[in-house]
């Protein structure tokens, strides 16, 4: 009892001379506490702003580079005055639904060809085809000075004195002494050269046109070979006796023509 007695005394003493400090420390943790309480509360709903805020310019950024790039313009700045306005006019070009003046009925129609692009090629292609001057056919000279002997004949038989018989001739005799040099008629080509049967050494020269011209009766010898490129006028040889079918007629040149390989008449060709 007496040391409970003790114990208490000297608590009192001790809370009586400390108990102002005592209670003002009490007092200093309660208000530090309720400090912390509301900077704890307030900090947090400043973090759940922040975060709102932070979340809110993330999306205006997403928002702005989802958004296409404008190339070659200026960033558009909207006034009270012509914003919207200005804002339409730049829809409609990147859209590129500008107006396009109405077509009118002056215009040729593209059925004819005309006024496209397609149509002048068109027409131009086929005034070249019309216009293509067709291959012209060379002016034939005598290919030796003399009168005719024997006429070309082939829709009425003739008499052969040398076969003694009727038949047709394909070809015109021009009379001339042997030896006389024979010049092609015209420029060419030589086709061939040979012995035929009837006529003997004969020269054949192609020319334009699908015109050919015959030289036959020509002495044994030509001065062209088939290849050979001929002008007007040139010596392709002479003339000769080894026609054994015309034998009995008067030395002459056996002249023929064809016309893409049909016989014709010289007459029509050479020059008068």
């Not at 310019?57 to 702005?64: L, M, R, T, Y």
């Not at 060809?113 to 001057?133: C, H, L, V, Y």
């Not at 092609?184 to 050919?212: N, Q, R, Y």
């Amino acid at each position: 009892m007496h040391e409970e007695s003790n114990f208490r005394k000297k608590a009192e003493n001790f809370f009586a001379g400390k108990g102002f400090y005592i209670v003002l420390i009490l007092c200093i943790a309660v208000i530090g506490a309720s400090a912390w309480i509301i900077l704890s509360s307030s900090g947090v709903l400043a973090d759940k702003d922040g975060a709102a805020q932070d979340v809110s310019v993330s999306v205006d950024a997403d928002a702005a580079l989802a958004q296409e790039p404008v190339i070659g313009r200026k960033p558009e700045t909207q006034t009270p005055a012509d914003g919207d306005g200005q804002r339409k006019d730049d829809s409609a070009a990147d859209d590129g639904s500008a107006e396009t003046p109405p077509e009118t009925g002056d215009e040729t129609p593209d059925a004819a060809g005309i006024g496209t692009d397609d149509g002048a090629d068109a027409a131009g292609d086929g005034a070249q085809e019309t216009q293509a001057p067709a291959e012209e056919q060379p002016v034939f000279l005598r290919p030796v000075n003399g009168p005719v002997s024997f006429d070309y004949s082939v829709d009425a038989l003739v008499y052969n004195k040398t076969m003694a018989d009727w038949r047709t001739h394909s070809g015109m005799d021009i009379e001339a002494e042997l030896g006389t040099r024979v010049m092609a008629a015209a420029d060419g080509v030589v086709k061939a050269v040979g012995e035929d049967d009837f006529l003997g050494t004969t020269v054949v020269i192609e020319h334009a046109g699908g015109l050919c011209t015959i030289y036959a009766n020509l002495a044994a010898v030509p001065t062209v070979s088939a290849g050979d490129s001929v002008s007007a006028g040139d010596v392709i040889g002479s003339v000769g006796d080894t026609a054994v079918g015309e034998s009995s007629e008067v030395t002459h040149l056996h002249f023929a023509m064809t016309l893409d390989g049909q016989s014709v008449n010289p007459a029509d060709y050479l020059s008068r």
